[in-house]
């Protein structure tokens, strides 16, 4: 018998559609071939299964609707626009003696890994180079043109350093600033007078405020400034002034820490040169994930990098410092993102600035 | 314990697929399960995920002919949700101890190996049919899902009668029982 047929049979049989001639020679016929009979049952176990599966599938189908529906009037809530206060007091009665305990002995490791560190750490030495510039370097084509140097100041170091806000904040390293007297000099050689805010030689990073009348803010930044850490591999260019002019360089992540495991820094493969101290390290998204500041003597293109989330915590302790300028905004998102590299380098230009630093 | 009447009324409701008693448990229940899940590091879709899931294992009891249920509606979701909660984490190897068991709980977990059973026969149909492939899917799903007739199906894909069709359902319809049946074990 064709296979179709018996189906049909079989599936007439149990929906009742036969007549009574017929089903009772389908009966006799199940009675006197097992395989007939062995189909019948296995087929009604299947259209058992198709009826269960299709309730199933519409009970799935209301509750989904019935969420939705409670969502919309409000009976179910998601988040969103629950206020948590209650629960962050209950919390805080809770466990007000537990934080204070926890906070207690925080604070003394904090202090005890304090002395440790200061106790052990390498001080300066020969293995790394700053990437600042020496007096000699820049001398020679300062003297041409007229300057915003104050007349019988010395120039002493120079390096690179960026916008963090349109305002007029730069970030560079600290030990860019090895002078009392700071300019700042864009691509197009303008100088802008500029006031050291902040200074930390431990993670080598200063912030700067240009106080020039001649300084005429940017709209805005074109890239953002990375909170969190960066991956091994990721590729990074860099801009910065080892010459008068800019110079771009690029390479790639090689490792989460700096120099002897220094785990405020990461480990560049950039060529970089004396000038590159302060310059910022992009990815290819066009988020600043470090500041240049060092490399290393020995090895070539092994540059660091101080991480960009510590740009985060000077700017939390300058606003501390100087209750006056809370207005500080990071730029939080960076619109570089699947640019050319020369479109990029064409908007970040302006952004990157040559330091010098005078006595 | 013994339900009460309304709450004998609203699985009987639930049994027979009616919204308004779908509607009523989902909104007695549903913020309880919710907040036991979100206090026990699960999201909101896991929340909803695992409330719905109790909801057809409380459908299927309902169900059952055997069936009795021997506490409130209350009690059982709750029951059923924690135990596939406490699952799911250890799943993903996050297991606590400090999941909160002072709510009144019930053994379910019977009715949860069943209900596991049942999903994953869901699951086989569910894949069956989706690697069936058009137009024999939404054919199957035509006559045996949404119990369309013969000739209505066959004027919606456009057979020029009925019986052609019908030799294309049964066609599909072997396919798919091989499918089927080649993931589903009959000895089990």
């Known amino acids: ?359 | 314990m013994k339900a009460d009447t309304t709450e004998q009324a609203l699985l009987k409701g639930l049994a027979n697929n009616d919204s308004r008693a779908i509607e009523t448990i989902y909104r007695d229940n549903f913020t309880m399960v919710q907040s036991f899940i979100l206090q026990n590091s699960g999201s909101y879709d896991d929340a909803r995920d695992i409330f719905q899931e109790a909801m057809i294992a409380l459908y299927e009891k309902a169900q059952s002919q055997s069936f009795v249920l021997t506490c409130q509606i209350k009690t059982y979701v709750y029951s059923i949700c924690r135990r596939l909660w406490l699952k799911r984490l250890q799943q993903l190897g996050r297991y606590t101890n400090h999941v909160d068991s002072l709510e009144e709980t019930v053994q379910v977990e019977e009715d949860l190996e069943m209900h596991e059973k049942r999903n994953a026969e869901f699951a086989i149909m569910d894949r069956a049919l989706g690697s069936l492939g058009e137009p024999c899917k939404s054919l199957l799903e035509g006559y045996y899902l949404k119990k369309m007739g013969m000739q209505e199906l066959a004027a919606e894909f456009g057979y020029t009668n009925a019986d052609n069709a019908k030799n294309q359902k049964y066609k599909c319809l072997m396919r798919l029982k091989k499918l089927f049946f080649s993931q589903y074990n009959i000895g089990d």
């Open chain 1, 1 to 359: 018998m064709d296979d179709i047929l018996l189906l049909e049979a079989i599936e007439r049989y149990l929906s009742g559609d036969m007549s009574s001639s017929e089903r009772a020679y389908f009966e006799n016929l199940r009675k006197t071939t097992p395989e007939i009979d062995q189909m019948v049952v296995e087929h009604s176990m299947f259209l058992h299964q198709m009826d269960i599966y299709s309730v199933h599938r519409n009970l799935r189908q209301t509750l989904q609707s019935t969420h939705a529906h409670l969502l919309e009037t409000g009976v179910v809530n998601e988040g969103g626009e629950l206020t948590t206060k209650g629960k962050v007091i209950q919390l805080w009665k809770k466990y007000k003696r537990v934080t204070a305990i926890a906070a207690s002995v925080g604070g003394l490791i904090a202090l005890a890994i304090t002395a440790l560190t200061l106790y052990f750490s390498p001080l300066n030495n020969d293995q790394i180079e700053q990437l600042s510039r020496s007096i000699a370097v820049i001398n020679g084509k300062l003297k041409a043109k007229e300057t915003k140097i104050p007349a019988g100041a010395v120039p002493v170091s120079g390096g690179s350093g960026f916008l963090i806000d349109t305002k007029g904040y730069l970030v560079t390293n600290a030990h860019v600033l090895k002078g009392s007297g700071v300019i700042v000099v864009s691509g197009k050689g303008q100088e802008y007078k500029t006031t050291i805010m902040n200074i930390d030689p431990e993670k080598d990073l200063a912030i700067l405020r240009i106080d020039d009348q001649d300084y005429q803010p940017l709209k805005a930044l074109p890239y953002s400034i990375r909170k969190l850490n960066s991956e091994m591999g990721e590729r990074v260019f860099t801009m910065g002034y080892p010459r008068n002019d800019i110079v771009y360089g690029e390479g790639y992540l090689s490792s989460r820490s700096g120099y002897d495991h220094d785990s405020l820094s990461y480990q560049l493969q950039l060529p970089v040169n004396p000038g590159n101290s302060g310059g910022p390290v992009f990815n290819n998204n066009g988020e600043v994930i470090g500041v240049l500041s060092t490399r290393q003597a020995q090895a070539q293109g092994v540059a660091f990098a101080v991480k960009s989330k510590n740009i985060y915590q000077l700017v939390d302790e300058l606003k501390e410092k100087d209750t006056s300028i809370q207005k500080i905004r990071l730029p939080s998102r960076t619109t570089l993102k699947g640019l050319d590299r020369t479109q990029q380098t064409a908007r970040l230009e302006d952004c990157v600035f040559y330091v010098k630093s005078f006595n």
